[in-house]
């Protein structure tokens, strides 16, 4: 099992840039795709970004493909999302999860969940 700490959420400016991490416990971080997910107020979770165990493989949403770029520094046991030009509507609790590694990334069934970081985007 994983333990999933999330941080560098705050309060930033629309059209301004935020970089959240995540660092994972334990000595298998690098079998584990990670992922981003967020949920604004009132709506459900939703997926953000995905990155495969070795770096080479990632997916976006939408909304943030573009603006957003995931990362992870396997040495480090963290994952990074990095978000630019980011807009009121990108405001919610980002979550990071993680997943053992099937081959193939996915945007669904992370099994592990941090406890959340807020960004809050003002217009």
């Known amino acids: 099992q994983v333990q999933l700490v999330e941080s560098g959420g705050g309060l930033v400016q629309a059209g301004g840039s935020l970089r959240l991490s995540c660092t994972a416990s334990?000595?298998?971080?690098?079998?584990?795709?990670m992922g981003w997910f967020r949920q604004a107020p009132g709506k459900e979770r939703e997926f953000a970004a995905a990155?495969?165990?070795?770096?080479?493989?990632?997916l976006y949403a939408d909304s943030v493909k573009g603006r957003f770029t995931i990362s992870r520094d396997n040495a480090k046991n963290t994952v990074y999302l990095q978000m630019n030009s980011l807009k009121p509507e990108d405001a919610a609790v980002y979550y990071c999860a993680a997943k053992l590694s099937g081959g193939v990334l996915t945007t669904t069934f992370y099994p592990y969940w941090g406890q959340g970081t807020q960004v809050t985007v003002s217009s």
């Open positions: 990155i495969r165990w070795s770096g080479d493989s990632t």
């Open positions: 334990g000595r298998t971080f690098r079998t584990y795709d």
